[in-house]
């Protein structure tokens, strides 16, 4: 079990907003592995008797849309550079490459990688939503 430590930080992101983002993370990585079956997700074998059984009546094809990808890469870009480093921190902090006693260098270290690629960099991290709950956690928020 993870000791909290006296607070000497105040958050310019609210530790809502980080529990919404991670929410959103959340939902995002079960949407990418709904279809994901033992490795073999789209696998189709083929054989001379196989046939094109599909047909549609002409009408365009609809595609469920799953936009928490992209209202997250939304709600990334519309951070300031303080909110978007320390939610950075916040999750450095979760996976445990600082503790909350570093957090002034953690936020320091983020702030040199909040860029317009952010969001695609939060959302390459596997346990995203984890480490975000765990990172404010940590922090006592």
Known sequence: MKTVQEK?????????????????????????????????????????????????????????????????RELIADLNVDEASELLAIAWIGRGDYDCREWNEAVAGARQRVNKRLAGYLLSMPMLSDWLEEGLEELGA
Do not use: C, P
């Not at 990585?29 to 073999?40: I, K, M």
């Not at 196989?50 to 469920?64: K, V, W």
């Open 8 to 72: 000497n930080w105040d958050l310019s992101i609210g530790a809502d907003t980080v529990r919404m983002l991670a929410a959103k993370a959340r939902a995002f990585s079960a949407a990418v592995n709904e279809d994901y079956d033992s490795g073999h997700e789209h696998e189709i074998e083929f054989t001379d008797q196989a046939i094109d059984a599909h047909s549609h009546d002409g009408l365009q094809e609809e595609e469920e849309e799953n936009l928490t990808e992209e209202e997250f």
